[in-house]
């Protein structure tokens, strides 16, 4: 099974891990503002897939940006702890 795994990194990165059934592994480092993201490793036919290194950057971003506005509606609208 092919896993896809984000990590948050503080409050303006994020690292993107791609694992395939055989093993082969790509990672990602980016800032939110970065321009490219930085290949953090793995196997060379994965980093030399620029369409791979692209979709996953973009997942990444995507993925960002939902944590980014779920936790601004949270500070906006907190969870009440008040029963009525």
């Given amino acids: 099974m092919t896993t896809l795994t984000y990590t948050p990194i503080g409050n303006k990165a994020f690292s993107v891990r791609l694992e395939s059934p055989y093993g082969h ?3 990602l480092k980016s800032g939110v ?7 953090g490793g793995g196997d060379a036919e994965l980093i030399e897939n620029p369409t791979l290194v692209e979709l996953m950057w973009a997942y990444g971003k995507n993925e960002f940006r ?3 506005k779920k936790t601004e509606a949270h500070a906006v609208h907190p ?3 008040d029963s009525m």
């Avoid at 503002?33 to 290949?39: G, I, L, R, W």
């Fill in 66 to 68: 939902s944590r980014e």
């Fill in 79 to 81: 969870k009440r702890t």
């Fill in 25 to 27: 592994v790509l990672r």
């Fill in 33 to 39: 503002a970065d321009t490219a993201p930085e290949t």
